[in-house]
């Protein structure tokens, strides 16, 4: 089955720090690659997505490029803000048996950005 | 944007009862609600996947009787833990998926449901 494994963190980087998130994926099909992000008492938000292989998505200052010769999806930004802390879950979507979209999340992986 | 609410965002019950949650998507029509589980320090679990007027398809492992869905209309789903125990604890979280969607990444999340059993 479909599976997708990140970095458990939690990662804790200083203002202005560039940042990193591994992600890495296996997958039966050619599934479309996502970061979400999840803020504080709020729900899962879309932050970007890929459907293919070399897009790149891009979002607030992130990035993530799908790497289908190493099944990567790693996210990065440059210059991380207080306001980015916030737990970040790597997924892929990916058709199921039933005929429906079935999204696979990694674990999550949480972002402190201290002043 | 596409909003997707759920009620109650917190809940405590008594081991034995059963507790509904609901997930409604407050200005688009879903197709599709999927329901997921989330426990602490671990990644989202897909339980099921529901679709307006039909029965929900479950995941494997997951016990149908025990955890009752129904999607009564293009904007509700609902989930009822039936005979609660302390291990049924957790945050559940909905998703919901608009109608005429193209592609098949477009889901938009609720703010999840923490269940407390005691």
């Known amino acids: 089955g479909n599976s997708v494994t990140q970095m458990e963190g939690p990662v804790t980087l200083s203002e202005e720090a560039f940042l990193t998130i591994n992600c890495t994926y296996t997958a039966t099909g050619y599934p479309s690659l996502f970061w979400y992000v999840q803020y504080p008492g709020e729900g899962l938000q879309l932050l970007l997505k890929?459907?293919?292989a070399d897009d790149k998505g891009s979002n607030k200052g992130f990035e993530a490029t799908y790497r289908k010769e190493t099944t990567s999806f790693h996210l990065e930004k440059g210059s991380v803000q207080v306001s980015d802390s916030a737990v970040y879950f790597c997924a892929l979507s990916d058709w199921g048996s039933g005929g429906y979209q079935k999204v696979t999340f990694g674990i999550g992986t949480k972002l402190q950005v201290i002043p | 944007g596409a909003v997707v609410s759920q009620h109650p965002s917190w809940v405590i019950c008594k081991s034995g009862t059963s507790v509904k949650i609901e997930c409604r998507s407050l200005?688009?029509?879903?197709?599709?609600m999927f329901w997921y589980r989330q426990f602490p320090k671990q990644s989202l679990m897909l339980m099921a996947t529901?679709?307006?007027?039909?029965?929900?398809?479950?995941e494997q492992g997951v016990e149908k009787d025990k955890f009752l869905i129904n999607h009564a209309s293009l904007t509700l789903s609902t989930l009822t833990v039936t005979s609660a125990h302390p291990e049924d604890s957790s945050f559940y979280i909905c998703?919901?998926?608009?109608?005429?969607?193209?592609?098949?990444?477009?889901?938009?999340f609720g703010p999840g449901t923490r269940l407390t059993v005691t």
């Open positions: 529901s679709n307006e007027g039909s029965k929900a398809t479950y």
């Open positions: 200005d688009f029509q879903a197709t599709t």
């Open positions: 998703s919901a998926r608009p109608l005429r969607t193209s592609g098949n990444y477009e889901q938009y």
């Open positions: 890929a459907t293919k």
